[in-house]
């Protein structure tokens, strides 16, 4: 049996090495015999094609055997994802929602974060949803992948045997944001772990600032650091003087506060030149803004 950092990622990896060991043993054989036969009855040597009658032994052989290892095959992925789609009762539960262009993970205490960070050695369980399309939560190093999907719940649980951090990804073309919608599973010792679930949020109103926008899901088009993603960055942004198209005419406006929230309510009436007009529309309240843009201040 195969490991990984996961107890689905040597499952899943014992069915793949089973299947692919099948494949290339018959590989070996099909195409042996296709080059053997080639050679010895080749024309020059066999210009009268000799009658050949029927075998029962070889037939009855070359159905059973392949019979028999389809059904292995069948034995294996069933049990693996018997496995993969039946969360043990103890598992800890976190909601993981997509939506245009980052994760949010959410936990039973009310903690919000947008890498997913999780105990090792520990199940979880994923309840998964969408708040606008098809989005597809994808963990290569544990095996495992669903769909996020806007309307209903779909579901996914593991569990870690190895600390580290493991990539996740979007596996469902979900819009031009789509490449950036990465994220991380972070699986902690278990002290640490329960060290970050149970610490208190930084209270002050530029820390508020920045966790809201983790939590609104604004870091996974714009950057803090001056680096270009789908959006501009917030790095000096506050303030800055910038040529916009407005309804067809070209204006100059500052990004102050006003500008700001008018853009967040009303996404892409002002286009931005050199970005695509994809800002989602965000559900943020005005206090929320205010704590937003209090933390841009602090970007120069
Ligand atoms: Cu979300 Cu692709």
């Keep these: 049996m195969l490991s990984g950092p996961a107890l689905s990622a040597g499952k899943v990896g014992s069915a793949f090495v089973f299947i692919a060991a099948v494949s290339f043993v018959l590989l070996v054989i099909i195409v042996g015999t296709m080059i053997l036969f080639v050679v010895r009855y080749r024309r020059s040597k066999h210009p009268e094609p000799s009658p050949t009658k029927e075998n029962l032994a070889l037939e009855i052989g070359w159905t059973a055997v392949p019979v028999l290892l389809v059904m292995l095959m069948f034995y294996f992925g069933f049990v693996d994802f018997e496995y993969i789609r039946n969360p043990p009762k103890n598992a800890m539960v976190v909601d ?16 919000q974060e947008d890498v997913l960070r999780v105990p090792v050695g520990k199940p ?23 769909d996020c999907v806007p309307g209903m719940k779909t579901h996914l649980w593991f569990q870690a045997t190895e600390t580290g951090s493991y990539q996740v990804f979007c596996t469902e073309y979900c819009g031009q944001g789509h490449s950036h919608m990465r994220s991380q599973v972070v699986v902690m010792p278990q002290a640490d772990f329960e060290k970050w679930y149970s610490a208190a949020e930084e209270t002050g109103t530029e820390a508020q600032g920045f966790n809201l926008l983790k939590s609104k899901g604004c870091l996974g088009c714009h950057t803090t650091d001056g ?22 005419r070209k204006r100059t406006v500052t990004v102050d506060a006003a500008f700001i929230k008018d853009y967040v309510r009303n996404p892409n009436v002002d286009r931005i030149p050199g970005y695509p007009p994809i800002m989602p529309k965000i559900q943020v309240t005005d206090q929320e803004l205010d704590k937003m843009i209090a933390y841009l201040k602090t970007l120069k």
């Design 124 to 146: 979880v369980n994923l309840i998964m949803t969408s708040q606008d399309v098809i989005h597809s939560f994808f963990v290569p190093a544990f095996r495992i992948k669903e």
């Design 96 to 111: 993981v929602v997509g939506r245009q262009w980052s994760w949010l993970f959410k936990y039973a205490n009310g903690k």
């Design 227 to 248: 680096t270009r993603k789908v959006g501009p960055t917030y790095k000096g942004l506050f303030g800055k003087t910038e040529t916009v198209t407005t309804e067809g």
